[in-house]
């Protein structure tokens, strides 16, 4: 039996978003601002162009859980981001993680520093698992909401 017919494999634990995301030296992962809605204040008379992004930091966080057969097996987590209007924004992201025996829970941290704003609407992150080159973990789809604030 081949490594890739067993259906063990890292089972997500928690996906979210995020102003930043800080790890400390345990390895212990601590989520600030989350969010699932980002505001966007608008001048009064402003019309942004539909590839209009703004300078705005912000993080995903997964923690996966892998058990002790998955140790020493390197794992790519891919990342496409897509705006409110189905077009995508930046390109495809690729993090790798190994499990090691002694850190079965593996945190996986993509930041971003930047938020399209052209279209109001929702933005969508689709993730996956591969391990060698093939799918593991299937497609998975999280967001969050841009709301564009008319300024008074």
Partial sequence: MTWLLRKVMPTLKLATFCEKVIVDVNGV???IGLFSQL???VPPATIFPENAIAPKEWAMLFIWECTLEEVGR???QLFKATTADGKSF???S????TPQRDRLRQNVVANSQAVPIGR???VTITTHLELDEQI???PMEFGFDVVLVKAV
């Fill in 94 to 97: 690729t993090i790798k993680f």
């Fill in 74 to 76: 390197e794992f790519s």
């Fill in 39 to 41: 505001n966007v204040a």
């Fill in 136 to 138: 593991v973990v299937s």
């Fill in 29 to 31: 992962p601590s989520a």
């Fill in 120 to 122: 109001a609407g929702k």
């Fill in 90 to 92: 930046g390109a495809q």
